[in-house]
Every structure is written in C-alpha cells, then in structure tokens.
C-alpha cells in the first residue's frame, strides 16, 4: 500500500521524543526517514530498562516508542567528512527535523537560512525547548522542566498538595504532534507555492497553547488557577468519585446529563435550582461534591457504571496501561502494532485513513544499520 507520504524524503537530526515522535508519525505516513545519529547513539537507546532485543544489540523500550519506521545512519558532526556527508544528504531531503541547541547547526556549517537559499523548496522544522530566540532560548528543554515552568504543574494535583507532573513526556508529546501539523501545513504551501520554510518550533510554546481553558480562565478573571485533583475547572460534576471498591470518572458535559446522574441516584432535590444549571453547580461544588461521593461509596463501580451508563452519562473505570491496552475496544480497533520483524509497538492513531493509513512497518534500527543502502538510495 502506497502511504499519504510517500516519497517524501526527512533528514531526521532529532534524538530524544519531541522529534523523533514526530518523525515516527510521517515515517508511519509513508515518508522516507533517515535517522542520523552520533557515533554513540541516539540516548534514549540507553534509558532503560527494559531494553528490548533487536538482533545485535539492546535498545531501551523508551527508544523503540518513536523511532519506528526509520533507517539509521552514524555521522561524526565533529569531523570535516562528517559534516560534508550531512551537507549531501540536506541537499537531497524534502524536510529536516532538528532539535539541536539554539545556534548548533550554524556553527557546524550548516545555517538553515544558507541551506534554505541554496534549496529554495526545503522545509527545516527546527524543535527547541524555548524557540530560536528570547532571554531563555539557550536553555536546555527538558520535559519536567518545561512543565514546570509552563503552569501545567501548577493545576495538576490535589489541592493543598505539592506539585505533581503529568505521568509521560506531555509537552515533548505535544510538540511531536505539533511539529506533524507544522510539517504537513508547511508542505501544503509548498505544494501551492513551491516555496518551502524554516519552522522555530518550541516546547514552551507548545506547552502554552496547550493550557487551554486554564489559560484562557486565566485572561478572563486574572486570577491564576489552582490544583483541583480530578475536578474540573468549569464543569460540575466532572471528576472522579469513589466506590465501594475503588475510583470511576463521571463526566456530565451538559445539564440534560446531570438531570439522567439524579435520576439515577434517586436524589431529584439535586436537580433544584441552584443545581439545574452548571454555573449553579460550580457555586455550590463542595456541597454537590460532597452528597454525590457519599452516594456513590454505596454501591460498586460495576454498579455505577452499569446504570450511569444505561441513562447516557459518560463514565469510565479507572485503568492502569495494561487494562487499557487490554480493553476489548483497543483490541477490536488494534491498539498494538505487530511489526515487520514480529516486535510489538503501539499503533499510530493516524491508522484510520479510508485511503492512505499509517501502517506498520520496519522496526526500530539498530544503529548505524542502514548506512550503505542510505547513501546509495539517496546519493547515488
């Protein structure tokens, strides 16, 4: 099956998640991706364990999450020839993606604004952790960092409680999605125009636009959100609750649903005004929070989420990685990949194209393992 990217040609310079999460989407897509990497490897092959066998060597399972899909290549960026064979390879790519310190390919030699006139028509996607210029743009961008610094550390945990991180690399997750979108709207105007464009992409960015509703409660009432647990900032009852035999998420998005949560539990004085309307329900939140978790300590999840359910409440059981990768929706919609070499990895969500699906392919590369055939394909 010929892939929506097919023939595309990316000179991947990235190493850790933001990048090469994004290069694994187009490589999914179709595109032609060449991982370089220094003599010692992209790090994330040494975060582990667990590692993950692949013929003769060991890659940490954090490196075959987002590097499918792509052929790899050893270049010295410290040496004369090294840097003459990136130079070729730059030459003969549609897109690079780079996520090297601010100011790194300049000093080697390789100024994207000098690269970009001698190929009109190239795309550099340049991923950094606060953007190519400003009072912070040499600082490093490292995920916890930036979720730090983004606000996002500040609304995530209980109230009263320390400051918690998200569970994954969100920003760098975030911008791997960002970057996709850039690169594929960045080609469109290529395809228009012929002309290509130099990208300054950066976590902190991405990390802002992505505070959403909390930033934009921010601009409207000037006052800073807090840590809420599992509540929700603007909606009244949208969180967890506790059961008999552990935790469920109810999440009424409307009053309709609310009404169907009192038929259920019976208590229909809840429905009374102030309680009809969510900005009600937001006024009194601690009250309403606190009868419905005593309601709902009666029975069992199974319970609640059998009869919620039923009345068109949106609910949900709490699952670890495991049971969800498990769920028998995952497994009807194929939530794990079997790659070419028989490995497991988890599916791209872009599979669902009526034409042009991601699919799975070649795993991850060992290192260096596709040097002859790259210079061939592309230099020849």
């Not at 610094?149 to 400051?163: F, Y």
Request: proline share 6%; aromatic share 8%.
């Amino acid at each position: 099956m010929i892939g929506a990217l097919d023939g595309l040609r990316i000179l991947d310079l990235s190493r850790i998640l933001a990048g090469p999460f994004a290069t694994q989407n187009l490589a999914d897509l179709g595109a032609d991706v060449i991982k370089v990497e220094a003599p010692w490897g992209d790090d994330t092959r040494k975060w582990g364990p667990p590692f993950i066998e692949n013929e003769s060597e060991n890659s940490a399972a954090y490196f075959h999450s987002c590097n499918r899909g792509k052929r790899s290549i050893c270049i010295d960026m410290k040496t004369e020839e090294g840097l003459i064979l990136l130079r070729k390879l730059a030459m003969h790519a549609d897109i690079i993606v780079e996520n090297m310190k601010v100011g790194t390919l300049t000093r080697l030699g390789l100024d994207p604004y000098e690269i970009i006139k001698e190929k009109p028509e190239l795309i550099i996607c340049q991923i950094s952790g606060f953007g190519q210029n400003g009072p912070r743009s040499t600082q490093p961008g490292y995920d916890v960092a930036l979720q730090g610094i983004s606000g996002i550390m500040s609304v995530t945990g209980e109230d009263g409680g320390p400051p918690v991180k998200v569970g994954v690399a969100w920003i760098d997750v975030l911008t791997g999605f960002a970057a996709t979108s850039a690169i594929l709207a960045a080609l469109h105007h290529r395809e228009r125009t012929g002309e290509g464009q130099i990208i300054d992409l950066s976590l902190f960015d991405v990390a802002l636009m992505s505070m959403v509703n909390q930033a934009q409660n921010w601009i409207a009432s000037g006052i800073p959100p807090g840590r809420m647990g599992n509540a929700h900032p603007n909606i009244v009852p949208y969180q967890g609750f506790e059961a008999n035999n552990g935790w469920f998420i109810l999440a009424t998005g409307n009053d309709a649903q609310y009404i169907s949560v009192c038929d259920v539990i019976e208590r229909h004085d809840l429905c009374a005004p102030p309680y009809d309307t969510n900005a009600g329900r937001l006024t009194e939140r601690e009250y309403l929070i606190g009868e419905l978790q005593q309601i709902f300590r009666s029975q069992t999840i199974e319970y609640w989420l059998k009869h919620l359910g039923n009345a068109g409440v949106p609910c949900s059981p709490i699952m670890d990685i495991s049971q969800a990768f498990s769920d028998e929706h995952s497994l009807e919609r194929e939530s794990i990949w079997t790659l070419d070499d028989g490995s497991s990895s988890v599916a791209s969500a872009f599979r669902f194209f009526s034409s042009t699906p991601a699919t799975p392919g070649r795993p991850p590369p060992r290192l260096d393992e596709h040097r002859d055939e790259i210079i061939h394909d592309w230099l020849s």
